[in-house]
């Protein structure tokens, strides 16, 4: 079992909701972000998505935009990111960690070389945006064969043909963008996204993630009612921005720490 499969495992058994915070690496710096992470385990999160800088996102609002430019400014890169994660993982061997971005520094790597070494570092999770489920065959077997779960996001436009391929291709959980648009730009409708998840769950067995729209303990707490996990990122990011230099790590624990108490009450 996985250990993302095996998180879930342990919040079902619980009766708890997942938190998956969402921050991009290199942000403000490569030594913040290993210690933004583990500060957001102490905080009671779950899982960890962590963003790998690209020069031209296309799911990504102003706020993460600028976070990778503010990454790349420092040259930030695949290879940086794998080996702040094995660092992470001499401390802790147990939380979930997923990379999402884009292709081009996956392909600039090379599929079977980037597998490999997320493996190697202790990611157990990959979602790649632009990597639509119906031209990635190769990809999602090379990341099953080497215990890394490919994640795919839906939306509320998804086909019929497209949630049939996500679920027939993805593992972990299934990422559902709770609205039309980009990151942190639009405010969650919880009765909108309650309306669609249930088709998901009628093809395919995984937990259901909802991101994008997500920004305080309330509209967490709305989402948690009808998922299994919530992502927060943007917020995130806007806190780790508006934070004096050193203050980062309790400006994102004082942000987190009201969430996880919302979605355990």
Known sequence: MSRIAQRFAQLTQAKR????PYITAGDPDLQTTEA???????SGCDILEIGVPFSDPMADGPAIQRAGERALKQHIGLVDILSMVQRFRLRDTATPIVLMGYANPIEAMGQKNFVLAAQTAGVDGVLVVDYPPEECEEFTALCRAHAVDPIFLLAPTSTDARIAAVAKQGSGYLYYVSLKGVTGVKAVDASEVALHLPKLRAASPLPIAVGFGIRDAASARAIAQVAD???IGSRIIT???QSPKGEEVARVKAF???IREALDQ
């Open 256 to 258: 987190v720490r009201p």
């Open 239 to 241: 806190e780790i921005e």
């Open 17 to 20: 909701k997942a938190l998956i």
């Open 36 to 42: 933004l992470l583990h500060a957001l385990v102490e």
């Open 229 to 231: 996990a919530v992502v």
